[in-house]
């Protein structure tokens, strides 16, 4: 009887998870609409790769697309965010990274100069993380090297 009773319990607490996650479903359809109709209205279209975004998650996707690429407020400007775009675009590598945050940085003002800078800066980077790293060199003494190196700067006046 007891093992009945339990049984029941489970599947009138299924049952309602069911009613609530549907009810939940059914939001998140709307949110993805209301993503959508967003997209367009800032874009002037809804381009494919938000649409193959699964629609569950698209609105908090384009949330955060929106609040910190497209957000003119926030603490780098367009330019800055589009070059480092392009820098991490070069070392993921990705293709459609790398057209996109090269284009963006160009109509945010970047000349071709800055974009083969932020390029080779990505370069730069990789290389000598991969010298670091490959050579495991000790990370405490690298910070302190690091740090007096600031500081002898930084007393000459050369820090920004």
């Known amino acids: 009887m007891i093992a009945h009773k339990a049984t029941i ?32 209205a800032t874009l002037g279209s809804v381009p494919s790769f938000f649409k193959a975004f699964p629609e569950s998650g698209i609105a ?20 800055t965010k589009e070059l480092l775009g392009l820098a991490v675009s070069a070392q993921i590598p990705c293709q459609y990274c790398i057209y996109f945050h090269t284009k ?10 800055e974009v083969r800078e932020a390029v080779a800066m990505a370069a730069i980077v990789r290389h000598w993380s991969t010298v670091l790293n490959g050579m495991q060199v000790d990370e405490a ?18 820090a920004k």
């Open 104 to 113: 963006a940085a160009m109509a945010n003002g970047a000349t071709e100069e």
């Open 141 to 158: 003494m690298f910070r302190q090297e690091m740090d007096a190196i600031f500081a002898r700067g930084a007393e000459k006046g050369e």
């Open 9 to 40: 319990a489970a599947l009138t607490i299924a049952s309602a998870m069911v009613l609530v996650l549907g009810q939940v479903a059914k939001a998140q359809d709307t949110t993805a609409e209301t993503a959508y109709k967003d997209i367009e």
């Open 60 to 79: 908090g996707a384009w949330a955060e697309f929106k609040s910190i690429q497209l957000n003119p407020q926030s603490a780098l400007d367009a330019k």
